[in-house]
């Protein structure tokens, strides 16, 4: 018998109006830690797959969707919820199958069924194994927690070719000016008096990796050991709150050179 593998994410902490709720426990120890694996990578991937078609990103690198925030079972990251609601769905499944169908192959190893014989409503019988079940259940999970790839009809319509061309234009004309939005935000950096002694620092460091540049600014400003830990804090600090303004006029900058006025001899657009 091969090793059942139960997810310790299960609790009654889940809702009941999970995707395969009816599975049973019989159907859940069928489940493999190798299983639960390969769902998982697999859940994250088609979640950021399908981010990245439609533009979205998260710093973390989460998958985004999510209800009011957040996701189903209170995770920041939907993936782990696909993966969740997946899993459930390839265990009532490989349960149906398993008592439905005819077993075409045995695993040498374990001398347990490892393919069956499966007969669709429309179309060929065909032969479906732990893998291609997997992969059946990860598309309708990641639907059910709001994933849906975009149509190629919808990709190639006029409206979306516009707006992404419009997007694509945008971005390349920022990224051209990246350096003189830097420049306008930062002025003659009398602003940004701790920044600009970081940026010294970092400037003349061999190997930034090696370098303390939070300690090196802390000593030439409070004197002191080298690494002493309120200077670098009080250092580390000043510099966030003025990465932070200096991020904020950077934005300013931008959201005017991208949504500034049209010349008055345009006529305006609906």
Known sequence: MSHSFIPP???????????????TAEDMARVTEADWAEIVGH?????????????????????TIARDGYGSYGSDDVADDVAQDAVLIFARR?????????????????????????????GEMFLADRALIRAWAVPEAAKRNGYRPVKPTDATSPEVVDQRARYLATVTFLAGMSEAI????????????ILSKVMDVASRADDLGRTGVFSGVAQQMYGGKYGSGRPVRKVRDAARAEAHELTERCDAIRDRLTYQEQPKDHPPTD
């Open 9 to 23: 994410v299960f609790s009654r902490d889940i809702p009941s109006t999970v995707a395969g709720e009816a599975a």
């Open 43 to 63: 859940a994250r991937r088609y979640c950021r797959k399908i981010d990245a078609t439609r533009s979205r990103k998260r710093a973390d690198g989460s998958a």
């Open 94 to 122: 490989l349960g149906v199958i398993m008592s439905r169908c005819v077993v075409a192959s045995v695993n040498v190893a374990t001398r347990e069924p490892d393919q069956w014989q499966y007969q669709p409503k429309v």
């Open 182 to 193: 830097f420049a306008e935000a930062w002025a003659d950096g009398s602003d940004f008096p």
